[in-house]
């Protein structure tokens, strides 16, 4: 039994006759008439009464014809939903990220995304940048979020912004009563900075800035997270260097203070597959319209002054 089997009989049997539904169905007369003969012998009862100008449903005929319009029906809303779904338009979408897409890009492109695309579930699951570059070879995630430098092979990258690093000061500290304080200022400092296994993008940019200012460091306390590094440099550990997100985060016992002159930035970029499905290049396509517009240059995230 095929689906133009069941068409053919809901014609037939809305029409109560083979002529006009063969005129209705752009189909001979000669074949539709096969065809519902094919359908009866596979049920094994007949479907109509025929004579005279037309046809009625037999009490077999009637019973199936629910059913035929039933099976009809489905079949159309599973060919709208597959496509809906090759397009982007449902489904669901796996997000990975860091912290700094939550403040920074989330905020800007999720909820219009929603509005647009109300029938794609999002799935969002915190990951470092190699959890995520694993996940989305493995097909864990579709998209994700990370700071660069990362390896891009079978990936679409962009970048979405740049951020300056800006230095995190206990309210005690001496330099909390400055305006803007350069990298020697911290030459020597203890500093509470960022695991270099968990976040070594920032990592590797605090090292660059140190050594391109001839700086030197102090102690070191290593953090997992950068609330737990505000927290540290609020109890007084040490100072600390973050991206300038963190500047959304209020903290009443630590400072944020722009380093100058204006230091190494990080850049935030989105990635997916290249081979990746429709919903995950609608939330790519969306978060490179909202940061880079229609000029195609980056935002770069400018420092305030801080108290």
Same mark, same amino acid.
Request: proline share 5%; glycine share 8%.
């Given at each position: 039994?095929?689906?133009?089997?069941?068409?053919?009989?809901?014609?037939?049997?809305?029409?109560?006759?083979?002529?006009?539904?063969? &005129?209705?169905?752009? +189909?001979?007369?000669? #074949?539709?008439?096969?065809?519902?003969?094919?359908?009866?012998?596979?049920?094994? !009862?007949?479907?109509?009464?025929?004579?005279?100008? *037309? &046809?009625?449903?037999?009490? !077999? *005929?009637?019973?199936?014809?629910?059913?035929?319009?039933?099976?009809?029906?489905?079949?159309?809303?599973?060919?709208?939903? #597959?496509?809906?779904?090759?397009?982007?338009?449902?489904?669901?979408?796996? $997000?990975?990220?860091?912290?700094?897409?939550?403040?920074?890009?989330?905020?800007?492109? $999720?909820?219009?995304?929603?509005?647009?695309?109300?029938?794609?579930?999002?799935?969002?699951?915190?990951?470092?940048?190699?959890?995520? /570059?694993?996940?989305?070879?493995?097909?864990? $995630?579709?998209?994700?979020?990370?700071? =660069?430098?990362?390896?891009?092979?079978?990936?679409?990258?962009?970048? =979405?912004?740049?951020?300056?690093?800006?230095? +995190?000061?206990?309210?005690?500290?001496?330099?909390?009563?400055?305006?803007?304080?350069?990298?020697?200022?911290?030459?020597?400092?203890? =500093?509470? =900075?960022?695991?270099?296994? +968990?976040?070594?993008? /920032?990592?590797?940019?605090?090292?660059?800035?140190?050594?391109?200012?001839?700086?030197?460091?102090?102690?070191?306390?290593?953090?997992?997270? #950068?609330?737990?590094?505000?927290?540290?440099?609020?109890?007084?550990? *040490?100072?600390?260097?973050?991206?300038?997100?963190?500047?959304?985060?209020?903290?009443?016992?630590?400072?944020?203070?722009? $380093?100058?002159?204006?230091? %190494?930035?990080?850049?935030?970029? &989105?990635?997916?597959?290249?081979?990746?499905?429709?919903?995950?290049?609608?939330?790519?396509? !969306?978060?490179?319209?909202?940061?880079?517009?229609?000029?195609?240059?980056?935002?770069?995230? %400018? &420092?305030?002054?801080?108290?």
């Amino acid at each position: 039994m095929e689906l133009r089997h069941l068409r053919y009989f809901v014609a037939v049997a809305e029409e109560c006759n083979f002529r006009r539904a063969s &005129v209705r169905l752009n +189909v001979a007369q000669p #074949a539709l008439s096969v065809q519902v003969r094919q359908l009866e012998e596979e049920i094994g !009862a007949p479907l109509f009464e025929r004579g005279g100008r *037309g &046809v009625t449903l037999t009490a !077999a *005929g009637e019973v199936f014809l629910a059913y035929a319009r039933q099976a009809l029906r489905e079949a159309k809303t599973g060919v709208d939903r #597959a496509r809906q779904a090759a397009n982007g338009d449902i489904g669901h979408l796996d $997000i990975g990220y860091g912290t700094a897409a939550g403040f920074l890009v989330f905020p800007a492109v $999720i909820p219009p995304f929603r509005r647009e695309h109300p029938g794609v579930k999002l799935n969002f699951h915190s990951l470092q940048v190699s959890q995520q /570059l694993e996940a989305l070879k493995t097909g864990e $995630i579709d998209i994700g979020f990370a700071y =660069l430098p990362f390896a891009a092979d079978g990936l679409d990258v962009e970048v =979405l912004t740049r951020e300056d690093l800006v230095a +995190v000061i206990p309210v005690t500290h001496p330099l909390a009563r400055e305006r803007s304080i350069t990298v020697q200022d911290l030459s020597g400092e203890t =500093l509470v =900075l960022p695991n270099r296994n +968990v976040m070594p993008q /920032l990592r590797q940019l605090i090292l660059n800035l140190f050594d391109l200012n001839g700086s030197t460091f102090g102690a070191v306390y290593e953090t997992e997270h #950068a609330i737990n590094l505000l927290n540290f440099v609020g109890i007084g550990l *040490g100072c600390g260097l973050l991206p300038s997100y963190v500047l959304q985060i209020k903290h009443d016992t630590v400072v944020y203070k722009t $380093i100058d002159p204006p230091n %190494l930035s990080l850049e935030l970029a &989105v990635m997916k597959r290249k081979d990746g499905r429709a919903q995950a290049d609608r939330l790519f396509q !969306a978060a490179i319209r909202e940061f880079k517009g229609e000029n195609g240059s980056q935002t770069r995230l %400018l &420092v305030p002054s801080t108290r």
